[in-house]
């Protein structure tokens, strides 16, 4: 499928999904658009921004949410028009779907709410791309069902993200077999590397919440496992985000780590073509 004017999944390049977690204002939402589109376009690398209107699963009653439906969608659009890429954003009930899909070009599933039938239909029926994010409660295997959903509407549009799985208490694996095992479900796979580095039951703003340093490996393997797209959470200044501030890579440190996958991903271009293994 396509996705504005990008090419998903099969035989093509790899592509990106990033932006910050949640929106914080109009102003930085555009600016880092456009930062992490600058990047993209030096790679030739298909890029769909990623920011939240509404973050429903705080750990806190006052933690920040997001701007909200409105306003979220309003900044979306103008990222949307201004700096001219497909824009993706998560919905959380019923109820928003038909406001988001007047202006998202892919509409997100979150993991949490993977197994959600009602939504899933009514996220299908709008014909637009969906993003569906594996629960981390979810085997592989199990997605059949939930894609099985969306497929029921007539909606084929879809692509499936993976974000890793619970082990234990507060711990998140990421198992590589997920990801040709996703693919064999007959669908585009994503591999979301920021929110898989997450420890949970840690609010996202506590430095212990999150361990960044392993994004880098993680992306490593999963584009030498075949991903089709990957997902990063990407931040002017992490450290001072409203969301997820323990494990959004800065922009500075994404061109280097895009870099690195595409030669990763051309690497394993060669070899399935029969060329050179270096």
């Known amino acids: ?32 658009a456009e930062a992490i589109g600058k990047i993209a376009a030096q790679l030739d690398m298909g ?15 006052t933690a920040y949410v997001g701007p909200g439906l409105d306003k979220g969608l309003r900044i979306l659009e103008r990222v949307r028009r201004e700096v001219g890429i497909p824009v993706l954003s998560d919905v959380h009930c019923r109820e928003e779907v038909e406001s ?4 998202l070009d892919v509409i997100q599933i979150p993991a949490y709410l ?9 996220v299908g029926r ?6 569906l994010k594996k629960g981390q409660f979810t085997g592989p295997f199990e997605m059949r069902n939930a894609i099985g959903k969306i ?20 711990n998140l694996v990421v198992d590589m077999r997920s990801l040709p095992i996703l693919a064999s479900l007959g669908y585009p796979v994503v591999f979301d590397v920021t929110h898989s580095v997450r420890v949970y039951g840690t609010p996202s703003g506590d430095p212990s919440g999150g361990e960044p340093q392993y994004v880098p490996y993680l992306a490593c393997a999963a584009v030498a496992a075949g991903c089709d797209g990957i997902f ?16 959004m890579l800065p922009i500075s440190s994404l061109a280097r780590l895009l870099e690195k996958l595409v030669r990763i991903e051309e690497a ?9 293994s270096g």
């Open 126 to 131: 709008t014909g637009k791309p969906v993003n």
């Open 232 to 247: 990063i959470e990407t931040h002017e200044d992490p450290a001072r985000a409203k969301c997820d501030a323990c494990s």
């Open 100 to 103: 988001a899909s007047s202006v």
């Open 268 to 276: 394993g271009m060669r070899r399935s073509n029969g060329g050179e």
């Open 47 to 61: 890029f769909i921004f990623k920011s939240s209107y509404l973050k429903d699963n705080r750990s806190s009653a």
């Open 114 to 122: 993977s197994q959600q039938t009602r939504l899933a239909v009514l």
């Open 151 to 170: 497929e029921w509407t007539g909606n084929r549009r879809i692509m499936v993200t993976e974000r890793g799985s619970c082990f234990g208490y507060n």
């Open 1 to 32: 499928m396509k996705i504005g004017t990008i090419p998903i999944g099969g035989v093509n390049p790899l592509f990106l999904i990033a932006g910050p977690c949640v929106i914080e204002d109009e102003d930085s939402t555009l600016r880092t």
